[in-house]
């Protein structure tokens, strides 16, 4: 498929609604990516011309927005290796994880769910277990990583031993992009005794992710990280959870189908299927691009995360001794990059992922978080790695004025 930009990709403005005037050099598509025309070519038929209640099959209406989302349904679960049964529609990854933990916890019933997370989960996964460890119903304990992120095994494997009830890991890292080894994780964990919950968010449609051969028994991920609309993700879960007596109460469709939402997580689903193989190829290279000329101009820059088993479109750089609020600040209007995750960007705290790798408070404090896409250009690459060159310099030379 041609890149374009993403500038190229805006269509004309729709009256009454406001235009935006600039167009920066789009760099976070870990926070969210920009949904694919085709996307919202079928997100608009499904809301103009198949307008019916999913629920309301008394008549065509319903039945024809019924049969967009068990097709739909179909995608979703051929992108990430399941049955099609496994596949229930939530509003995104942050509920998908709600309704895992809570089934695991409705499990147990009376009983206490000892849960082993790793440190970096997403902000998500931590506050799903904060609430269920205030309330009493969950207690966790903490898998530790490396430098680079990656899980350290005897961690695991003393957490395992402890005899927990579920192992939450995500796929890939959202900060600093390091890939996880979830076959194995979920073969150690279910050897244990302990169901898995895994965080697919970014990986989805990156990373390899067989729900089905691995048994992996819930798995969350979000619609618009892969080109598809807001609002709407899925949790996936195994044979055996579809078939637990609590799983309707717990993580059941509940009320009113979002049919264009569902409809277009589908087209993303098959797109990302289709043409995610040839677009995470150019994007690599346009990010090895991008790697090679900040390194090159940027004294002491720090690349972090595993650059061996990482995704495709992150690059995670430090800058020691320059303050990244500083550097965002003045590529506002030109590059859209972050911090870090977009649940915590602005907020001024420490990242904890970066926390747990054990990085300095001098590296943490130069974090900046880069996310290429499928429309992102080599041109854009090369400008964007001229304006951050440019911004990192200026902040160098301001805080060489202010020292002396």
Same mark, same amino acid.
């Given at each position: 498929?041609?890149?374009?930009?993403?500038?190229?990709?805006?269509?004309?403005?729709?009256?009454?609604?406001?235009?935006?005037?600039?167009?920066?050099?789009?760099?976070?598509?870990?926070?969210?990516?920009?949904?694919?025309?085709?996307?919202?070519?079928?997100?608009?038929?499904?809301? +103009?011309? @198949?307008?019916?209640? &999913? !629920?309301?099959?008394?008549?065509?209406?319903?039945? =024809?927005?019924? *049969?967009? #989302? /068990?097709?739909?349904?179909?995608?979703?679960?051929?992108?990430?290796?399941?049955?099609?049964?496994?596949?229930?529609?939530?509003?995104?990854?942050?509920?998908?994880?709600?309704?895992?933990?809570?089934?695991?916890?409705?499990?147990?019933?009376?009983?206490?769910?000892?849960?082993?997370?790793?440190?970096?989960?997403?902000?998500?996964?931590?506050?799903?277990?904060?609430?269920?460890?205030?309330?009493?119903?969950?207690?966790?304990?903490? +898998?530790? @990583?490396?430098?680079? &992120? !990656?899980?350290?095994?005897?961690?695991?494997?003393? =957490?395992?031993? *402890?005899? #927990? /009830?579920?192992?939450?890991?995500?796929?890939?890292?959202?900060?600093?992009?390091?890939?996880?080894?979830?076959?194995?994780?979920?073969?150690?964990?279910?050897?244990?005794?302990?169901?898995?919950?895994?965080?697919?968010?970014?990986?989805?449609?990156?990373?390899?992710?067989?729900?089905?051969?691995?048994?992996?028994?819930?798995?969350?991920?979000?619609?618009?990280?892969?080109?598809?609309?807001?609002?709407?993700?899925?949790?996936?879960?195994?044979?055996?959870?579809?078939?637990?007596?609590?799983?309707?109460?717990?993580?059941?469709?509940?009320?009113?189908?979002? #049919?264009?939402?569902?409809?277009?997580?589908?087209?993303?689903?098959?797109?990302?299927?289709?043409?995610?193989?040839?677009?995470?190829?150019?994007?690599?290279?346009?990010?090895?691009?991008?790697?090679?000329?900040?390194?090159?101009?940027?004294?002491?820059?720090?690349?972090?995360?595993?650059?061996?088993?990482?995704?495709?479109?992150?690059?995670?750089?430090?800058?020691?001794?320059?303050?990244?609020?500083?550097?965002?600040?003045?590529?506002?209007?030109?590059?859209?990059?972050?911090?870090?995750?977009?649940?915590?960007?602005?907020?001024?705290?420490?990242?904890?992922?970066?926390?747990?790798?054990?990085?300095?408070?001098?590296?943490?404090?130069?974090?900046?978080?880069?996310?290429?896409?499928?429309?992102?250009?080599?041109?854009?690459?090369?400008?964007?790695?001229?304006?951050?060159?440019?911004?990192?310099?200026?902040?160098?030379?301001?805080?060489?004025?202010?020292?002396?």
């Amino acid at each position: 498929m041609t890149s374009h930009s993403l500038a190229e990709r805006v269509r004309r403005p729709v009256p009454g609604i406001l235009p935006v005037p600039h167009h920066p050099i789009y760099l976070d598509h870990h926070a969210t990516t920009p949904v694919d025309p085709r996307v919202a070519d079928v997100v608009v038929n499904a809301m +103009v011309n @198949v307008f019916g209640n &999913a !629920n309301s099959v008394d008549h065509t209406h319903g039945e =024809a927005a019924l *049969e967009l #989302v /068990d097709r739909a349904t179909e995608k979703v679960a051929d992108l990430i290796g399941s049955e099609t049964e496994g596949v229930r529609f939530t509003s995104g990854s942050t509920e998908s994880i709600r309704f895992a933990v809570g089934h695991a916890i409705a499990t147990r019933r009376n009983r206490m769910l000892r849960v082993a997370a790793t440190r970096v989960e997403h902000q998500a996964v931590l506050d799903a277990l904060r609430i269920a460890v205030r309330a009493g119903l969950a207690q966790v304990v903490w +898998v530790e @990583v490396d430098e680079e &992120a !990656n899980l350290r095994p005897e961690s695991l494997r003393a =957490a395992l031993n *402890e005899g #927990v /009830d579920l192992a939450c890991v995500m796929a890939a890292n959202n900060e600093v992009g390091t890939i996880y080894p979830i076959e194995q994780i979920a073969r150690d964990a279910h050897q244990a005794g302990a169901k898995v919950l895994v965080d697919g968010t970014q990986a989805a449609g990156r990373v390899d992710l067989r729900t089905q051969d691995w048994d992996l028994d819930y798995v969350a991920f979000s619609s618009h990280k892969i080109y598809g609309p807001k609002g709407v993700g899925a949790l996936v879960v195994s044979k055996a959870v579809v078939h637990s007596e609590l799983t309707e109460n717990v993580v059941g469709h509940i009320g009113t189908l979002n #049919v264009p939402g569902i409809v277009g997580f589908g087209e993303a689903c098959r797109l990302m299927q289709l043409e995610g193989p040839a677009d995470d190829k150019r994007i690599t290279e346009c990010r090895d691009r991008l790697e090679a000329n900040l390194i090159r101009e940027i004294p002491g820059i720090v690349v972090n995360g595993n650059r061996r088993h990482r995704l495709p479109h992150n690059l995670h750089i430090a800058l020691p001794g320059i303050p990244n609020d500083a550097v965002i600040a003045r590529l506002r209007n030109k590059v859209a990059i972050s911090t870090g995750a977009a649940c915590s960007s602005g907020a001024q705290t420490p990242s904890h992922v970066l926390k747990a790798m054990g990085l300095s408070e001098e590296m943490q404090d130069g974090a900046i978080r880069i996310g290429l896409g499928k429309y992102t250009t080599r041109d854009e690459v090369d400008r964007a790695a001229d304006e951050i060159v440019a911004a990192v310099r200026e902040v160098t030379g301001s805080l060489q004025g202010v020292s002396t």
